[in-house]
């Protein structure tokens, strides 16, 4: 407890706004069906896989979800040797039940900001640092897209648009004030391809956009071979997840209109109406939508309003949730 005090002390004297390992509260403790001394411990509507009897409902869990790097010098050293490459959180599947980060019990309060203390920051994919530029005023870097358990409830009662995650790397192609760019997640390039993704898929929509005056981008997904460890059975590929329009992100049946307009693929949707809970459970695991010559695993879904809209601390109402079988072999 003393090294809790210790960190929670820390965590008021380096106060920051981005809360990444915060102290909850436990929701529910199951016992796993085929794992005698283990228990399911359920936080934030997602849930982790620990040691039978070390937690009850309502115990204080500071909880270290997936996709966080943490300092393995301020964590319990039993923990470290679970870390994935560059001290990652990671997620696997124990017995056949998925278990999504870790947690420590403490009598810290509920609420406490805890990331400063633990060294923790987010994870990010690499990214493609080759030739090229930084943006330029009228070109957006993508949304930091969220996880879903941190924003329980914000989908409540509205339309959605769930589609696949595809494993790859996310590229841009635009028009801006009458010039044509291409990039990559944040930087621009002066060639007319990004990882072998050449512009003219796009051309037509590019431009009759820009015959009009408008400024258009389109946020994809680029995979294939060489690319990440799903490859899809494919040297290249390129799917639309998104696109802004004079500044201003896409109600998605606008754009899906345009993208079959112009003969642009997209990400399989999944699944468009009502949001419901259960929804989240059916659709982040399983198998991947993509075309492919080979089996892949789903990285994960997306999960956003139907008409652009923006909701409390989220933000622009955009989240995703990624499964455990990705998690494990990522």
Same mark, same amino acid.
């Given at each position: ?20 390992? %915060? ?7 199951? $016992? ?35 996709? #966080? ?42 609420? #406490?900001?805890? #990331? ?44 959605? %648009?769930? #589609? ?17 760019? %291409? ?110 010559? $080979? ?36």
């Amino acid at each position: 407890m003393k090294h809790i005090r210790k960190l929670k002390m820390i965590e008021e004297q380096n106060h920051i706004q981005e809360e990444i390992v %915060v102290v909850v509260a436990v929701e529910s403790v199951e $016992t796993h069906p085929n794992a005698d001394r283990l228990d399911i411990i359920g936080v934030l509507g997602t849930q982790f896989i620990n040691s039978r009897g070390d937690f009850e409902v309502g115990d204080s869990c500071i909880y270290f979800p997936p996709d #966080t790097v943490v300092d393995p010098t301020r964590i319990p050293k039993e923990i470290v040797p679970y870390l994935k490459k560059g001290n990652r959180v990671g997620a696997i599947r124990l017995r056949g039940a998925a278990s999504f980060g870790f947690g420590i019990k403490t009598q810290t309060k509920v609420g #406490t900001n805890l #990331t400063n203390a633990f060294g923790a920051i987010h994870w990010q994919p690499p990214e493609y640092h080759g030739p090229g530029s930084l943006d330029k005023p009228g070109i957006f870097v993508y949304t930091n897209i969220q996880h879903y358990y941190k924003h329980r409830g914000v989908f409540r009662g509205r339309d959605v %648009v769930i #589609t696949e995650k595809i494993h790859g790397m996310s590229g841009r192609v635009g028009v801006c004030q009458g010039e044509y760019f %291409v990039g990559s997640h944040r930087r621009l390039r002066s060639e007319d391809s990004v990882f072998g993704i050449s512009l003219p898929i796009v051309k037509e929509c590019l431009e009759d956009n820009n015959a009009m005056g408008f400024n258009l981008t389109l946020y994809g997904e680029i995979f294939g071979k060489g690319i990440q460890f799903l490859d899809y059975g494919v040297s290249r590929g390129f799917k639309v997840f998104d696109a802004m329009l004079n500044g201003k992100y896409m109600d998605w049946p606008e754009l899906a209109a345009m993208c079959k307009r112009y003969d642009i693929p997209v990400v399989p949707v999944l699944y468009e109406g009502r949001f419901y809970n259960e929804l989240i459970e059916e659709y982040t695991d399983g198998s991947s939508f993509a075309p492919s010559t $080979t089996h892949n695993i789903r990285e994960g879904i997306v999960i956003k309003t139907l008409e652009e809209a923006r909701g409390g601390r989220l933000g622009r109402m955009i989240v995703k949730s990624v499964s455990a079988d990705y998690y494990q072999y990522n």
